[in-house]
Nanobody, 116 residues
Framework: QVQLVESGGGLVQPGGSLRLSCAAS????????ITWYRQAPGKERELVAG????????NYADSVKGRFTISRDNAKNTVYLQMNLLKPEDTAVYYC?????????WGQGTQVTVSS
């Protein structure tokens, strides 16, 4: 079964940037619908940004529009989340999820902390 590994999280000051990566263990990832979610302490997991399975359509949460950008590199089986102008309220564990007809797989998450 495909495995997902997120990386790129860390501590950043407000207004800073981070780029998260979600790397898959096999090429079936290329036809998957990929979504980034986040979960802050005491809150429900929420959708941040996503790609359709065709890769032609993207969607973003209103709270991140204009600041976050999702992209993918199929040659590397990797999806990225570029996060700019970070705010303290962006602090959360960020997860990627891949969905195909055969599976729904989550990564283990990467912590993003925005604080001065």
């Amino acid at each position: 079964q495909v495995q997902l590994v997120e990386s790129g999280g860390g501590l950043v000051q407000p207004g800073g940037s981070l780029r998260l990566s979600c790397a898959a263990s096999e090429s079936s990832f290329r036809s998957a619908a990929i979504t980034w979610y986040r979960q802050a302490p005491g809150k429900e997991r929420e959708l941040v940004a996503g790609f359709s399975s065709t890769g032609l359509n993207t969607n973003y949460a209103d709270s991140v529009k204009g600041r976050f950008t999702i992209s993918r590199d199929n040659a590397k089986n990797t999806v990225y989340l570029q996060m700019n102008l970070l705010k303290p309220e962006d602090t959360a564990v960020y997860y990627c999820r891949a969905v195909t007809r055969e599976y729904v797989v989550w990564g283990q998450g990467t912590q993003v902390t925005v604080s001065s």
